[in-house]
């Protein structure tokens, strides 16, 4: 441990060693909706009406504000004939209606991975299934795929909400999740209601998405090589969220932190070796500014490789059109 004098006085930091993994930081649907706001204005100008966070980052949402796009959380604020883009968490049909009523230009950015989600749920409840649909029911992505539905299907968040639930056994039943809910967590819900409810279908494809679970496996890496564990995201971010829960639940102190600004020293007394992961939607710039930061101070950085992400996705098609200079 080292143990220097500062400036001010006593320097605690006795880092010597941060350790970024990978995968960490921005996923495909992530990049594709950032993407997309950033063509709208290019292409329609300022401003362009964002329905709601873009992604769930202070950082990234600040940063296209400066560029020319306003976050709204009502669809009805938008003005009529304006551009709006819909966030990558989807939409509840209605939405897609009062669009249409106010004349909108409406680009979807919502996730594939969510729509992949809405559409099981409308299959599902077309061949009369009645859907049992584990989430944080206040999650935007969550109020999205219940509004596509008015009776039938069923939210979860733990154990608890599954013992209240009452099926005759001629009901036919599936479950499907959210998309970044805690891998370990949803087992354990999924496990409930596979107990309760034997004959239950499983979803026809896991719906964690690829990116919140690469993320979750990295952290278990990670803490075993490091003393503490800092995800960078916002707190209203779900899958950063679940990435502090998943380093808690192996024993690790892990803090969530905006930027290198929601740093504190006291975290770091007697912590040799920093670990830093990133949420979804945040952006690689402020983990290397964490690295900087410690770097400054002494710290080797080190990279943690667990796996590389190859997944894209394609620009939604109405912007591709629009760029052909074809009307949506
Ligand atoms: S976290 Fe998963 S579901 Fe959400 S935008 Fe990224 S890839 Fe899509």
């Known amino acids: 441990m080292r143990r220097k004098l500062g400036k001010k006085g006593i320097d605690f930091m006795t880092v010597e060693k941060v350790v970024l993994v990978c995968p960490r930081g921005f996923c495909a649907g992530v990049k594709r909706a950032i993407e997309v706001v950033e063509d709208c204005i290019k292409l329609f100008g300022k401003p362009v009406y964002v329905k709601h966070e873009i992604v769930h980052n ?29 966030s990558a968490h989807g939409s509840p049909p209605e939405h897609y209606e009062i669009a249409k009523r106010k004349n909108l230009k409406l680009i979807d950015a919502t996730c594939p991975l969510v729509t992949k989600v809405h559409l099981e749920v409308k299959n599902f409840a077309e061949k009369g299934f009645k859907i049992i649909y584990v989430c944080h029911k206040n999650h935007i992505e969550a109020q999205g795929v219940m509004g596509e539905l008015k009776q039938g299907i069923y939210p979860v968040e733990n154990k608890e909400d599954v013992e209240k639930l009452d099926f005759d056994n001629t009901e ?105 992961s990133a949420g979804a939607s945040s952006p690689e710039k402020i983990v290397q500014e964490i690295a900087d930061y410690f770097e400054k101070k002494g710290a080797t950085k080190e990279e943690l490789i667990i796996l590389e992400e190859k997944m894209g996705f394609v620009e939604p098609f109405e912007l591709t059109k629009m760029k052909k200079g074809k009307s949506i």
Do not use: H, M
Not at 221 to 234: F, N, T
Not at 251 to 273: N, Y
């Open 58 to 86: 202070k950082k990234v949402v600040e940063d296209l504000e400066k560029k020319g796009a306003i976050t709204i959380e009502d669809i009805e604020e938008v003005p009529d004939n304006s551009v709006v883009v819909f």
């Open 172 to 276: 036919k039943l599936v479950y499907l999740t959210q998309t970044t809910l805690s891998v370990d967590e949803a087992k354990q819900t999924i496990k409930a209601i596979k107990e309760k409810f034997p004959e239950i279908l499983d979803p026809p494809k896991q719906d964690i998405c690829y990116a919140t679970t690469n993320r979750q496996g990295a952290i278990k890496e990670l803490v075993k090589k490091v003393d503490l564990v800092l995800v960078v995201g916002s707190e209203t971010s779900s899958n950063s969220k679940r990435l502090v829960e998943t380093a808690k639940a192996q024993g690790k102190k892990a803090f969530l932190i905006d930027g290198v600004e929601d740093l504190k020293e006291k975290w770091f007394e007697d912590i040799k070796s920093v670990g830093v």
